[in-house]
């Protein structure tokens, strides 16, 4: 009787580590509306700009960087990840991922998988 407390005992704290650790999940499933994403993005404290167009292209750059050229990009948000496919001058692709935890009419805020904190305010609409 006495190990029959004890596994029972077991198997309950067993389920509500369970159930604890499942509402703790991060929700991916978060739709956002999109068409709020369109236009001209400055992030906080910087001179980094992003173009969000509404076919699924934009661009980036850095006015305090030398290099004159914005880097173009495609994009797809979807459950609330946000994809970028750098395109290089020569060709390649390169994807960048990130989980978007705000986006509103005038602001803009996603992080990476390395926890960098990305938060943008909104320059313009799209023209």
Not at 40 to 53: D, G, H
Request: aromatic content about 10%; glycine content about 4%.
């Amino acid at each position: 009787m006495k190990h029959l407390k004890l596994i029972l005992i077991a198997i309950l704290a067993v389920s509500a580590i369970i159930v604890s650790m499942s509402s703790c999940s991060p929700d991916t499933d978060v739709e956002l509306d999109k068409t709020l994403l369109y236009g001209k993005w400055q992030e906080t404290n910087s001179l980094n700009f992003e173009v969000y167009k509404a076919d699924g292209t934009g661009y980036t750059w850095d006015e305090a960087d030398d290099v004159a050229e914005a880097q173009p990009f495609t994009w797809t948000l979807e459950d609330g990840i946000l994809t970028h496919i750098h395109i290089m001058e020569m060709g390649a692709e390169i994807p960048k991922v990130y989980t978007v935890t705000k986006l509103t009419a005038t602001e803009l805020s996603y992080e990476d998988d390395f926890g960098k904190v990305h938060n943008l305010w909104k320059w313009e609409q799209a023209k």
